[in-house]
């Protein structure tokens, strides 16, 4: 017998919030930044001649971050996922660890208004967009909103 047919299963970490080691390693895998319609949204603005910070703070003593940052205009851009944020389209609460998830999607919500308050309390335009919208409409939306608010200063 080898050493690898020795293999033990991976043991999760005390106190761990994953219901097994393999849906542990899955949600560890997503990722919270640079998503496929981020990049999508991203590159429309860009090729249409807008620059702008990625996951930058739009306040320095706020620690948290938008998608997309235009200082000069004040915009910040956050480009949500239906799951993490609980669309009201596309939100399914999960079979397993049902209360964790359900009240960390909840946190998230809450930390998501709290942020578009402080941030317009701070003079800044909050534009947030769902994972399932148009790519396109998204990128009008923010290229208006940004030449509107650069021409008003």
Not at 26 to 46: C, F, G, W, Y
Not at 88 to 112: C, F, L, M, Q
Not at 113 to 139: M, N, P
């Amino acid at each position: 017998m080898s050493s690898s047919d020795d293999v033990k299963p991976e043991a999760l970490p005390a106190g761990s919030w994953a219901s097994s080691a393999a849906r542990r390693r899955n949600m560890q895998a997503i990722k919270s930044r640079d998503t496929t319609p981020e990049r999508k949204i991203r590159q429309l603005v860009h090729a249409r001649g807008a620059r702008y910070r990625v996951s930058a703070r739009p306040l320095p003593d706020l620690r948290r971050t938008a998608d997309m940052v235009f200082r000069s205009a004040k915009v910040a851009v956050f480009i949500d996922g239906c799951y993490w944020h609980g669309c009201d389209e596309h939100y399914v609460p999960p079979k397993t660890n049902s209360g964790y998830w359900s009240d960390k999607v909840a946190r998230n919500i809450a930390r998501d208004r709290d942020t578009d308050q402080k941030l317009t309390e701070a003079g800044w335009l909050v534009l947030r967009f769902w994972e399932h919208e148009e790519s396109d409409a998204c990128a009008d939306k923010i290229l208006t909103e940004v030449r509107s608010r650069r021409h008003q200063v």
